[in-house]
C-alpha cells in the first residue's frame, strides 16, 4: 500500500470535517508545453514506468522530459492530509507552550509524548478563523487526522471535470483557463 502526504486547502478541510469530500483536484504541474498534447503514462523504460509526459497527439514518443508523478497515486493510496493547525497545550501547565518555539519556528522534537496526538491539536477547518494558524507544510505526522483512500484517480482538463464551475470559482487563483489539465481523484475517508 503506497502512501503521500497532501496539504488540504481550508475548504478541503472543512468539506472533510463534515464528511462530505468525495474528491481531491489539484493542477498538474507543468503543463502542457503547446497545444494539442496529451498525458502519456510512460511504460519504458523501466527507469520512468508509471510516470507522465506530455505528448504531441500525433506522436508516439513523449515531448522531452520532464516527467512527473501523478500526485495521488493509484487506486488503494493513502493519503495523510495536513491541515491548518496549531499545537493546543493543556491548560494544567504541563506543556509550555513557548518552551517548544524556537526563534525560526517551532520546534516540536522534544514535546512530550503524551502530548504527541490530535487531542493537543486545534485545526483550522472546526475552529475558525481567529487565530494565526501554522501552515499545513509544518505539520507533523503525529497531527494528522484525516485520512483518505484513492478510489480513482486520473488526468483530465478542468472542463470535463463533473460540477467543474463551481471548483473554479473556488479556486479561479489556481487554474488559468478550462483548458488546464488537472489531477482528479475521488476519495474516501477513513477514520482513524
Not at 509524548?113 to 490530535?118: D, E, M, Q
Not at 487563483?173 to 481523484?185: C, E, G, N
Request: aromatic share 14%.
Amino acid at each position: 500500500m503506497k502512501e503521500h502526504y497532501l496539504c488540504l486547502t481550508d475548504r478541503e478541510a472543512a468539506l472533510a470535517a463534515e464528511g462530505k469530500l468525495k474528491a481531491l483536484v489539484r493542477v498538474i504541474k507543468p503543463q502542457p508545453p503547446e497545444k494539442n498534447c496529451r498525458l502519456a503514462q510512460i511504460i519504458k523504460p523501466i527507469s520512468y514506468a508509471g510516470k507522465y509526459a506530455w505528448m504531441r497527439k500525433k506522436d508516439t514518443l513523449p515531448i522531452t522530459p520532464p516527467y512527473f508523478n501523478s500526485i495521488f497515486g493509484g487506486s488503494g493510496t493513502v493519503l495523510h492530509g495536513r491541515e491548518s493547525w496549531m499545537p493546543d497545550p493543556p491548560m494544567d501547565g504541563t506543556w509550555d507552550y513557548y518552551m517548544f518555539t524556537d526563534g525560526a519556528g517551532y520546534n516540536f522534537k522534544e514535546l512530550p509524548k503524551r502530548f504527541k496526538n490530535p487531542s493537543h491539536v486545534i485545526y483550522k477547518a472546526t475552529f475558525g478563523t481567529q487565530l494565526s494558524w501554522l501552515s499545513p507544510a509544518m505539520m507533523p505526522s503525529w497531527a494528522i487526522r484525516r485520512h483518505f483512500t484513492v478510489l480513482t484517480s486520473r488526468a483530465m482538463q478542468v472542463k470535463d471535470m463533473p460540477d467543474w464551475e463551481a471548483w473554479m470559482a473556488d479556486n479561479y487563483k489556481r487554474v488559468s483557463s478550462t483548458k488546464s489539465w488537472i489531477w482528479f481523484a475521488e476519495v474516501g475517508i477513513n477514520n482513524q
